[in-house]
């Protein structure tokens, strides 16, 4: 079964707590991407990346960070220097340049 | 940062309806287009890409691009109650080679029967 997997669906963070989110492909994809979206608000990108082992900054990526060990896997930690994290969780994977992005199916985060 | 722009809508139609999603871009060099249907609580998912001048269609769904007006569209035919969400236009940022996109805000279409 291909695809993009998030999770979780849903995740909890209480005051001072890092979390993490997990974004998992078989696609073969290099680039994957992470979006934040608000409500009314467009997709926001926080991290992307290319290849194993090299990330970049997106738009807002202040107080979250990244790391990509491996082609599949592209976990975000939401860390508590955010000040704001309650939001809709977007992974995307991609072949880079002009190619179209496909998304996963979210994780929700929110805030005790 | 270069700008996407939705017409904000929302945009109501009855079935059976053609309705018109339209989407302006700021980066003159920007070369491949994207629709997304988003459902509300969902993610997006791809409706239609465009990379040149003209009409694109498929099936009900007909993307329009005019570069030199920096301007692209999405006309659904026939729009059906299923059609209702937020559509979403993404443009490819020209000096990035890792395909970073830029999405407008979306424009909320409902079908009404």
């Known amino acids: 079964d291909g695809g993009i997997t998030q999770s979780p669906k849903y995740l909890f963070r209480k005051e001072g707590q890092n979390v993490t989110l997990s974004c998992e492909q078989n696609?073969?994809?290099?680039?994957m991407y992470w979006y934040r979206q608000d409500p009314g608000q467009g997709l926001r990108l926080i991290y992307y990346?290319?290849?194993?082992?090299?990330?970049q900054k997106g738009d807002i990526a202040e107080g979250y960070s990244v790391s990509r060990e491996k082609k599949e896997s592209f976990p975000l930690t939401v860390t508590s220097a955010q000040k704001n994290p309650t939001a809709f969780y977007l992974c995307?994977?991609?072949?880079?340049?002009?190619?179209?992005?496909?998304f996963g199916p979210g994780t929700r985060l929110l805030v005790l | 940062q270069k700008e996407v722009e939705q017409n904000s809508g929302p945009l109501s139609v009855p079935e059976g309806a053609i309705a018109s999603l339209n989407c302006t871009y700021s980066?003159?060099?920007?070369?491949?287009f994207f629709w997304y249907r988003q459902y509300s609580g969902k993610s997006p998912e791809l409706i239609m890409f465009?990379?040149?001048?003209g009409d694109k269609e498929d099936g009900r769904f007909t993307a329009q691009l005019n570069k030199a007006s920096q301007y692209v569209s999405l006309l659904i035919r026939d729009s059906q109650p299923s059609d209702s969400a937020t559509y979403l236009c993404?443009?490819?940022?020209?000096?990035?080679?890792?395909?970073?996109?830029?999405f407008g805000r979306g424009t909320q279409l409902t079908v009404w029967p």
């Open positions: 995307a994977t991609g072949n880079g340049g002009w190619e179209t992005q496909y």
């Open positions: 696609l073969n994809h290099d680039a």
């Open positions: 990346s290319q290849i194993v082992n090299d990330f």
């Open positions: 980066d003159r060099g920007s070369q491949s």
């Open positions: 465009i990379y040149s001048n």
């Open positions: 993404a443009v490819n940022d020209r000096g990035s080679t890792l395909g970073r996109l830029y």
